[in-house]
């Protein structure tokens, strides 16, 4: 029985953690995207003109050359820079 535990713990670990939230701040037109957010951005959270997106629409929207946050730097944790 313990070892039972022990697998669906470890089981458990290799499960990924849920994937962020990814905003998108646009501009007054909802076509102008002016920057793209984590979902935990204090900036992002202050604006009102944002949406959330999956994480490939906002690399959609990173290699569209909208630029990334700079308090999160999400263009650096969606990994596409290399
Ligand atoms: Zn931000």
Redesign the pocket.
């Given at each position: 029985m313990e070892e039972r535990r022990e697998a669906e713990r470890r089981r458990g670990e290799e499960m990924r953690p849920p994937p962020p939230e990814w905003?998108l701040?646009h501009g007054l037109h909802r076509t102008n995207v002016d920057?793209v957010?984590?979902g935990e951005?204090?900036?992002?959270a202050k604006s009102r003109r944002r949406r959330p997106v999956t994480r490939q629409q906002a690399i959609e929207a990173l290699r569209q050359q909208v630029p990334a946050?700079?308090?999160?730097r999400?263009d650096t944790t969606l990994g596409i820079l290399d």
């Amino acid at each position: 029985m313990e070892e039972r535990r022990e697998a669906e713990r470890r089981r458990g670990e290799e499960m990924r953690p849920p994937p962020p939230e990814w905003l998108l701040q646009h501009g007054l037109h909802r076509t102008n995207v002016d920057a793209v957010h984590t979902g935990e951005c204090w900036a992002a959270a202050k604006s009102r003109r944002r949406r959330p997106v999956t994480r490939q629409q906002a690399i959609e929207a990173l290699r569209q050359q909208v630029p990334a946050c700079v308090h999160r730097r999400p263009d650096t944790t969606l990994g596409i820079l290399d």
